[in-house]
C-alpha cells in the first residue's frame, strides 16, 4: 500500500504562485507514477501533471508553462510549482500515485488540498 499527504494550498491572488507536495509513504519502491489531478465543483477530476519514476513529465495543456512537476526521492515527496494561477485553477488538487501490488497497477489517492485564487 501508499499512502499520500497533501498540503501547501491556501488562498492566492491572481498571478500569484503555490507550491503544492505530496508526501509518500508505505511501498514507495513499488511506485510507478504520481501525478496532480484537480477537481473543481460541479466538474469532473483532470490530470493536471504527472511524472514517472524515469522522471519523465506530462501536463495538462491547461497548465503548461505555468506549472512544474518535480520530485524529490530522497524526502519521498513530489512538488508541484504553480506559477501565473487563474481564478479558474480554483480546485481541490489531490495527488494520485500508481503502483504495483505483484503483477496489478493500483492507484491511490490523498485526502486534497484545496487551492483558491482570488482577489
Known amino acids: 500500500q501508499v499512502q499520500l499527504v497533501e498540503s501547501g494550498g491556501g488562498l492566492v491572488q491572481p498571478g500569484g504562485s503555490l507550491r503544492l507536495s505530496c508526501a509518500a509513504s508505505?511501498?514507495?519502491?513499488?511506485?510507478?507514477?504520481i501525478a496532480w489531478y484537480r477537481q473543481a465543483p460541479g466538474k469532473e477530476r483532470e490530470l493536471v501533471a504527472a511524472i514517472t519514476t524515469a522522471g519523465s513529465t506530462n501536463y495538462a495543456d491547461s497548465m503548461k508553462g505555468r506549472c512544474t512537476i518535480s520530485r524529490d526521492s530522497t524526502k519521498n515527496t513530489v512538488y508541484l510549482q504553480m506559477n501565473s494561477l487563474k481564478p479558474e485553477d480554483t480546485a481541490v488538487y489531490y495527488c494520485n500515485a500508481q503502483y504495483f501490488v505483484g503483477i496489478r497497477l493500483h492507484a491511490g489517492w490523498g485526502q486534497g488540498t484545496q487551492v483558491t485564487v482570488s482577489s
Open positions: 508505505g511501498k514507495i519502491s513499488s511506485i510507478n507514477t
